[in-house]
């Protein structure tokens, strides 16, 4: 059974910088997408950045530039470096996985990432 764990949230200055971790248990099978997601208060859950068991990325607009996504294989860690943060970055974080054989989905609990003015 797959598990996430997030770490590296914590609180920066606008125009900071962060890394967020998620280190994977259990068996992570090819094809998958591995993500972050956010979520600030009052608001939906939604996509940050992606990346595919082969490689390709993918992110929202607006972190494009901004933020990086990657992984490392042999440390089963996913990595989310943010530069230059905004206040409206502030939100809990979360990492996930889909495995696309099987269609399941794990989350991890998250993290939580606040940035001031």
């Known amino acids: 059974q797959v598990q996430l764990v997030e770490s590296g949230g914590g609180l920066v200055q606008a125009g900071g910088s962060l890394r967020l971790s998620c280190a994977a248990s259990?068996?992570?099978?090819?094809?998958?997408?591995m993500g972050w997601y956010r979520q600030a208060p009052g608001k939906q859950r939604e996509l940050v950045a992606t990346?595919?068991?082969?490689?390709?990325?993918n992110y929202a607009d607006s972190v494009k530039g901004r933020f990086t996504i990657s992984g490392d294989n042999a440390k089963n860690t996913l990595y989310l470096q943010m530069n230059s943060l905004k206040p409206e970055d502030t939100a809990v974080y979360y990492c996930?996985?889909?495995?696309?054989?099987?269609?399941?989905?794990?989350w991890g609990q998250g993290t939580q990432v606040t940035v001031s003015s």
């Open positions: 996930r996985v889909t495995l696309l054989y099987s269609g399941v989905i794990v």
């Open positions: 259990g068996s992570i099978f090819s094809p998958n997408i």
């Open positions: 990346i595919t068991s082969g490689g390709n990325t």
